[in-house]
């Protein structure tokens, strides 16, 4: 009996002393999923020199802050962390008609989200602007979004090496030259806007050919300004 009553004080204590100590050890090994996830410095620091070029940036990122309460980026107006890492995963930049950016696009100052999978810089006015060449050097990107924002120029055929795109839309703009057959190697591409442009030449057959493609936009009357075609838009 008393071998029992032995065991079983024994028994209790460990559970006490479990109970205590597991906190320390989730914390000690990296079980802890409380803790907050906040954004990575240098991330932050891209977004803060990516906001300096932008004109209207007032209004749209207003929680674009670099002060002691504004430090977490992953809590800034379109943006979005990964909740275990703090990679910025998505920016997204979406203009109104009340509320748009412009001026320059530096895209060199977003080297540093190596991470991001979704770039939204539609319905801006960046008139006098040529899609980003280096926009190529975000390879992650699976969603890109330029509909609608003035881009003026031809298409980067460095574009083609986005090869983790689902979507890209580059609709209603002030494009011209030819499609580029680069866009072809876009294999996982499942909807491409091109509509509302002036391209010449006919769409590469490599374009046509791609396997996943479900919707593919190339009408449009090309002789309606851009501008008033947005208007269009809800």
């Known amino acids: 009996m008393s071998n029992y009553i032995m065991s079983n004080y024994y028994l209790k204590l460990f559970y006490v002393l479990l109970l205590l100590f597991l906190p320390a050890a989730e914390s000690i090994l990296g079980f802890n999923n409380t803790a907050e996830i906040k954004c990575i410095e240098r991330e932050r620091q891209a977004l803060l020199n990516f906001k300096h070029g932008l004109v209207g940036a007032r209004d749209m990122l207003s929680t674009w802050r670099d002060d002691e309460k504004n430090r977490d980026c992953c809590k800034w107006k ?18 109104s008609d009340t509320q748009y950016l412009s001026g320059a696009v530096n895209i060199t100052s977003l080297f540093p989200l190596q991470n991001i999978q979704h ?43 986005l090869t983790c795109l689902r979507y890209l839309d580059l609709s209603n703009n002030n494009l011209d030259g030819k499609i580029p057959s680069q866009l072809g190697n876009l294999s996982q591409l499942r909807h491409l806007g091109l509509s509302g442009n002036s391209f010449s030449g006919a769409l590469p057959f490599q374009v046509g050919n791609l396997p996943y493609l479900q919707t593919l936009t190339l009408g449009g009357d090309f002789d309606v300004k851009p501008k008033d075609a947005c208007r269009l838009v809800v």
């Open 78 to 95: 379109g943006i979005q962390c990964d909740h275990q890492t703090g990679h910025v995963t998505i920016l997204r930049l979406r203009g």
């Open 119 to 161: 770039l939204d810089l539609s319905n801006n006015y960046f008139i006098g602007s040529h899609i980003p060449e280096l926009m190529s050097s975000l390879t992650n990107l699976r969603y890109l979004n330029l509909f609608c924002s003035f881009f003026g120029g031809s298409i980067p055929t460095q574009l083609g090496s």
